[in-house]
């Protein structure tokens, strides 16, 4: 059982070549195309070389690694075309090219482009034409969003029970460039105890307990951070409240929501549901609304002057889905299919609800 909530080369570029190890492979790239992110070409800046067998996607590392090396790109033929060769590369290496627009460094953007491997003998990789997009921003990471909450029951052969406990954080849609993130940081505590330190071995943007590291029946608060080479992003948070054991999980019961609203802050709540719908809303004051059965639902029972905005993360799109609301209710912005009416409230599922005041409520099942 799972429960889920859910960067063309102009003259003065320059080529810094990073190398870890014996080289013996060669790469060699024809025509650059750099592009900002507005789709302008970029032609002065710098390219580099970025080595390392862990790399999978731009946004999980590179790390540079190994010694720097220079030389002058593009060397333009009689032809036009501007061919660079980039030699005494390691042999078993993933290799990616970072474009710069204008410079490296810290505040500055850049594209990657790759991988390719140079293999395990003497061989020359050829790369025609590549193109890049310099849509990242050597920055911090965004603040993260906690995009998921995962409980997984399984019975094993003798019929014990055995589970997982997951929470899955996401860097939010960039305002500003994309941003790396090399490493994460996590906290976990019983919601109204006091807040621990981040748990150790726990660096990857999925937090992953086992079993017995969660109480059932219990609401817990996190907080995690992004990291990369240029600074550590602020902590993002959420709570949840965990089933009737990881195994074992619960069918029915009620859950306290407190959706906060500070003087000049955005008023931006993140919260998992605990059941499936249909939900009974219960109010500061024990009144019950029944059948709250979508996000459309939830606004009303709140009260559709007092959210703001309200969205949830699309896993299979992976980007925020939502849209924003004035003070009289009346949708103002959304992204593209968003309807409230149409999204229905899933057991560990996460939404964001941002208002314009405070308020708590429960829901019950």
């Known amino acids: 059982m799972k429960r889920k909530l859910m960067f063309g080369g102009g003259v003065g570029l320059v080529v810094l070549v990073f190398l870890c190890n014996m080289a013996l492979a060669q790469l060699t790239i024809k025509n650059p195309v750099v592009k900002d992110k507005g789709g302008a070409a970029v032609n002065s800046g710098v390219v580099q070389m970025v080595i390392g067998s862990d790399v999978s996607t731009p946004n999980s590392a590179p790390f540079f690694k190994g010694t ?4 002058p790109f593009p060397n333009t033929d009689a032809n036009g075309v501007s061919n660079l060769t980039l030699q005494d590369l390691p042999l078993n290496a993933t290799v990616f090219i970072k474009a710069w627009n204008k410079t490296a460094g810290a505040g500055q953007y ?3 482009y790759g ?3 140079t ?4 061989q020359t990789l050829r790369w025609d034409s590549p193109a890049i997009t310099t849509n990242y921003k050597a920055d911090k990471p965004y603040t993260p969003v906690i995009t998921q909450y995962e409980e997984t029951s399984t019975t094993v052969a003798n019929g014990t029970k055995t589970g997982t406990f997951k929470v899955i954080s996401s860097q939010p849609a960039a305002t500003d460039g994309l941003r790396e993130v090399h490493s994460c940081a996590w906290k976990m505590w019983v919601k109204g105890d006091a807040e621990t330190a981040p748990i150790a071995g726990q660096t990857g943007a999925t937090l992953s307990l086992a079993q017995d590291q969660v109480k059932p029946n219990t609401t817990y608060s996190f907080k995690v951070m992004h990291k990369n080479s240029f600074g550590d992003s602020d902590w993002g948070q959420g709570e949840y409240k965990v089933g009737g054991g990881v195994g074992a999980l619960s069918v029915g019961g009620e859950v306290s929501y407190t959706l906060n609203k500070v003087e000049n802050g955005l008023g931006i709540n993140s919260i998992g549901i605990a059941f499936d719908a249909p939900l009974t809303f219960v109010d500061k004051d024990k009144n019950e609304t029944p059948n709250i059965s979508t996000l459309q639902d939830l606004i009303d029972a709140i009260g ?3 959210v703001t905005a309200t969205a949830y993360w699309d896993n299979g799109a992976q980007q925020l889905t939502g849209g924003t609301f004035a003070a009289d209710g009346t949708q103002t912005y959304a992204t593209a299919g968003f309807e409230p009416k ?3 409230l899933e057991a560990g599922k996460g939404y964001y609800i941002s208002v314009s005041k405070g308020i708590t409520f429960k829901l019950k099942k």
């Open 110 to 112: 850049y594209g990657v």
């Open 119 to 122: 293999g395990t003998a003497t």
């Open 68 to 71: 720097a090396h220079a030389t």
């Open 115 to 117: 991988p390719g491997a």
């Open 304 to 306: 559709k002057t007092g």
């Open 342 to 344: 149409n999204v229905k």
